[in-house]
């Protein structure tokens, strides 16, 4: 809705006012009329400066069309003869102006008349609701053919029901009034009044409070605070019903009317029914069925059935016993039939009743002013009025004007798009693509229905995913946040108060993927993967291949070597024994003793040679893997037991194993046979007095070194190719990969072995 102004024009989409004036972008201030063309453009006539357009994206430009057609209508109330001239002169009724009044008046789709009132502002007129103007706490009221009573705290407010005219009686808490035998029975918090006429009040009587008064049957029945009921026969004859005689309490509130009954109700305690006639009494409280001891209205269907209004719900009533009950959130004030409907007022909502789908909430009506804030003491309903009365005056809502509200569709319009903070220009028909980087979006939207505004709703779906419709808690806009890639139509649609549905918008939307959610992306990431994982499978299993067959070819030379070793003992301790048996015999065959004594000793040690040769193989062909550790032990062994016998010697021995690693048998036997023969050369040839053996390991290597401080070692080839020993050595050095030197040292010799550890030392 466009409203232009002496201050320049407003846009109000239901929720928000936009405004347009000189300091940002209108020409002028004083906008004197409006329109709208074929495009949607708002067209501005602004004094003096000529007319200007609003585009649909909010741009302000010049407009050159030849012509305009504004057409609104001008009306000069004067003598407010206007079918709306009450609400006319409300709003003027603080004006001292008794000339000619403009008002600027417009009928939108939804039949609403808006009213725009020079120095005034714009108004709206609710067509069902008519506001009495009581500035009082109205609690009860009463209506006949011509006047309407409204009882309040200050007196009595009297309403002419065919003009304007209006009396006030002043009467403190006023609470009932009742015409019977052309008297006036008037009754308040305090004082009980007889009159003839309602010109004045004649002096009261003291009394205990009045709640309520009716007449029926002859009989004028009168609800008190504290007293119970009191029932006024035509013979002045008066009946007093209360606790003692059975009634349900003797603080009563309202009198209600069947034609069969007198009814009394209670804020608590349940509610009477009483047979005029006979003034038996049947009492209903929640243990009868009643939702609540409060109870505010007695609507009765037929002789049978009653429906009983109360502050949690309704409870209906057939041949005394409870028929079905219909719960409310809310206290329901009033229950009545209307058009063939039964109807039920709450504190918020009119609301349609029926034993199937209960309370069917009838959108879009206003009990009270819109914005008011007003608390409802009482409901009542009169052929087609409802009476509102409540702490701010009396309201009355027209049913008939109410069932024939308009049910035209609403209108949906889409006022802007935007991406992140930036708008978004959308041709319609056309999909609207998102980027990647930015799969947000946000729409606001207006519902062009102003029968309640508040009761409005937005909805959306994206059509691809969504089934079902959500619904928005804000009714203006909508926030899409980290859309899903691909292409959606999203259909966004509002309802208006009366539970009417606009057309759906629908805008194809396209959120573009990132390049590596492409399928061929995904296809050449999968091909590289595959290769990659291929080529590590044929890594692994290569690697996996060498290793078996790097443990094949350690078997078969642990299977040589076990057969040398098993030649050395067949061929080598096997004659060493055959040569001690025949020294033996030799020796029974000689008388001289002592080539005896020394032919013995020179067995005897032989014998212990032949003896330790065997043991350290016997040691190596035991075991498929020999720690440092043991290795080692064995090394000491012998170095303590050599620094037992020897003298002039000292070997010493000096270790630092970082790690305890395995080695292959055949490993370790040919590093102790490297160790041994690097130790015998150096006793026997090179005259040292100290001999230092050095066993070191780490992660990678183990090395040993035996180095003596002799006469040292003539390295030249030829002596070389002669020492047996050391091409023993080499070979075995060679057998196990190890690097072998010799190095000649100005004092003595030292041989160095490095073996290579690896990972696994086990192979």
Same mark, same amino acid.
């Given at each position: 809705m466009w409203i232009a102004s002496d201050k320049g024009l407003s846009r109000f989409d239901g929720k928000d006012f936009l405004h347009f004036d000189a300091d940002n972008g209108l020409p002028g201030n004083m906008v004197q009329a409006i329109s709208e063309d074929s495009s949607q453009n708002i067209i501005l006539q602004v004094y003096e400066k000529g007319l200007y357009q609003i585009t649909p994206n909010l741009?302000?430009?010049?407009? *050159?069309? #030849?012509?305009?057609?504004?057409?609104?209508?001008?009306?000069?109330?004067?003598?407010?003869?206007?079918?709306?001239?009450?609400?006319?002169?409300?709003?003027l009724s603080d004006t001292e102006n008794e000339g000619i009044v403009e008002v600027l008046e417009l009928q939108d789709y939804e039949k609403n008349l808006w009213l725009g009132v020079f120095g005034k502002g714009l108004f709206r007129y609710i067509s069902y609701l008519e506001n009495y103007d009581i500035d009082d706490e109205i609690v009860n009221c009463y209506t006949n053919d011509w006047q309407t009573f409204f009882l309040g705290k200050k007196g009595i407010h009297i309403f002419n029901n065919y003009t304007n005219e209006r009396k006030f009686l002043a009467l403190s808490d006023s609470r009932a009034?009742?015409?019977?035998?052309?008297?006036?029975?008037?009754?308040?918090?305090?004082?009980?009044?007889?009159q003839k006429d309602l010109r004045t009040l004649s002096k009261g009587t003291h009394c205990t409070g009045i709640a309520d008064i009716v007449s029926k049957n002859g009989k004028m029945w009168i609800a008190t605070f504290g007293k119970g009921l009191v029932v006024m026969r035509n013979d002045s004859q008066i009946d007093t019903l209360n606790f003692q005689k059975g009634l349900i309490s003797d603080n009563l509130e309202k009198i209600h009317?069947?034609?069969?009954?007198?009814?009394?109700? *209670?804020?608590?305690?349940?509610?009477?029914?009483?047979?005029?006639?006979? @003034?038996?009494?049947?009492?209903?409280?929640?243990?009868?069925? @009643?939702?609540?001891?409060? !109870?505010?209205? $007695?609507?009765k269907e037929n002789p049978n059935i009653f429906w009983i209004a109360t502050e949690k719900g309704i409870s209906v009533f057939e041949n005394d016993k409870l028929l079905f009950q219909v719960k409310s959130q809310e206290r329901i004030l009033s229950i009545f039939r209307y058009r063939s409907l039964i109807w039920a007022v709450s504190d918020k909502y009119l609301y349609q009743v029926d034993a199937q789908n209960g309370l069917s909430k009838r959108l879009g009506?206003?009990?009270?002013?819109?914005?008011?804030? !007003?608390?409802?003491?009482?409901?009542?309903?009169?052929?087609?009025?409802?009476?509102?009365?409540?702490?701010?005056?009396?309201?009355?809502?027209?049913?008939?004007? $109410?069932?024939? @509200?308009?049910?035209?569709?609403?209108?949906?319009?889409?006022?802007?798009?935007?991406?992140?903070?930036?708008?978004?220009?959308? #041709?319609?028909?056309?999909?609207?693509?998102?980027?990647?980087?930015?799969?947000?979006?946000?729409?606001?939207?207006?519902?062009?229905?102003?029968?309640?505004?508040?009761?409005?709703?937005?909805?959306?779906?994206?059509?691809?995913?969504?089934?079902?419709?959500?619904?928005?808690?804000?009714?203006?806009?909508?926030?899409?946040?980290?859309?899903?890639?691909?292409?959606?139509?999203?259909?966004?649609?509002?309802?208006?108060?009366?539970?009417?549905?606009?057309?759906?918008?629908?805008?194809?939307?396209?959120?573009?993927?990132?390049?590596?959610?492409?399928?061929?992306?995904?296809?050449?990431?999968?091909?590289?993967?595959? *290769?990659?994982?291929?080529?590590?499978?044929?890594?692994?299993?290569?690697?996996?291949?060498?290793?078996?067959?790097?443990?094949?070819?350690?078997?078969?030379k642990l299977q040589k070597e076990k057969e040398h070793i098993a030649r050395e003992l067949h061929d080598n301790i096997g004659s060493q024994l055959t040569y001690i048996i025949t020294s033996l015999e030799q020796i029974d065959k000689t008388t001289d003793l002592t080539k005896q004594?020394?032919?013995?000793?020179?067995?005897?040690?032989?014998?212990?040679?032949?003896?330790?040769?065997?043991?350290?193989?016997?040691?190596?062909?035991?075991?498929?893997? $020999?720690?440092?550790?043991?290795?080692?032990?064995?090394?000491?062994?012998?170095?303590?037991?050599?620094?037992?016998?020897?003298?002039?010697?000292?070997? $010493?021995?000096?270790?630092?194993?970082?790690?305890?690693?395995?080695?292959?048998?055949?490993?370790?036997?040919?590093?102790?046979?490297?160790?041994?023969?690097?130790?015998n050369n150096a006793l026997k040839h090179s005259q040292a007095t100290e001999i230092k053996v050095f066993l070191q390991s780490n992660q990678e290597n183990l090395t040993l070194i035996v180095q003596d401080n002799g006469v040292g070692i003539n390295l030249s080839k030829k002596n070389l190719e002669h020492h047996y020993g050391l091409k023993n050595m080499q070979k075995r050095a060679s057998e196990i990969n190890s690097k072998f030197t010799i190095e000649a040292l100005p004092q003595g010799t030292s041989v160095f072995l490095q073996c290579f550890l690896g990972e696994n030392t086990h192979d």
């Open positions: 741009k302000i430009l010049p407009y *050159t069309a #030849q012509k305009v057609l504004f057409s609104h209508q001008k009306i000069y109330f004067k003598y407010f003869s206007s079918p709306n001239a009450s609400l006319i002169q409300n709003i009034m009742q015409f019977w035998n052309d008297k006036i029975f008037i009754g308040s918090l305090y004082n009980w009044y007889v009317l069947s034609p069969s009954y007198v009814w009394v109700s *209670t804020y608590g305690d349940g509610i009477s029914r009483i047979n005029p006639e006979t @003034l038996e009494i049947k009492n209903f409280t929640q243990k009868e069925g @009643l939702l609540s001891g409060t !109870v505010y209205d $007695i609507f009506i206003y009990l009270v002013p819109p914005d008011w804030n !007003v608390a409802i003491n009482r409901v009542v309903s009169q052929g087609n009025y409802i009476f509102v009365l409540s702490n701010k005056g009396a309201f009355r809502l027209n049913m008939d004007k $109410i069932l024939a @509200l308009p049910h035209s569709k609403p209108r949906l319009e889409l006022l802007s798009m935007h991406n992140l903070q930036e708008s978004v220009a959308w #041709q319609k028909d056309k999909p609207l693509a998102l980027s990647w980087k930015n799969k947000d979006l946000t729409l606001r939207c207006a519902l062009l229905s102003y029968l309640n505004e508040d009761e409005n709703s937005l909805f959306y779906r994206l059509k691809e995913k969504d089934s079902s419709w959500i619904n928005l808690p804000s009714k203006h806009q909508l926030n899409l946040r980290n859309l899903d890639y691909g292409y959606f139509t999203l259909q966004v649609q509002m309802k208006n108060a009366l539970g009417i549905h606009s057309d759906i918008l629908s805008i194809p939307l396209i959120v573009e993927k990132p390049f590596w959610r492409e399928w061929w992306f995904v296809v050449g990431f999968v091909s590289i993967i595959f *290769t990659l994982f291929a080529f590590l499978i044929r890594f692994i299993s290569q690697k996996r291949l060498k290793k078996r067959l790097k443990e094949l070819e350690l078997t078969q004594n020394k032919r013995i000793q020179e067995l005897s040690q032989f014998t212990k040679g032949t003896i330790n040769e065997l043991r350290e193989t016997i040691w190596a062909i035991n075991q498929q893997a $020999i720690s440092l550790e043991n290795l080692l032990s064995r090394i000491q062994e012998i170095i303590w037991r050599l620094n037992e016998n020897l003298q002039g010697v000292k070997i $010493i021995l000096q270790d630092d194993l970082q790690n305890d690693f395995l080695l292959h048998s055949l490993k370790a036997l040919n590093i102790f046979r490297i160790f041994q023969e690097s130790l």
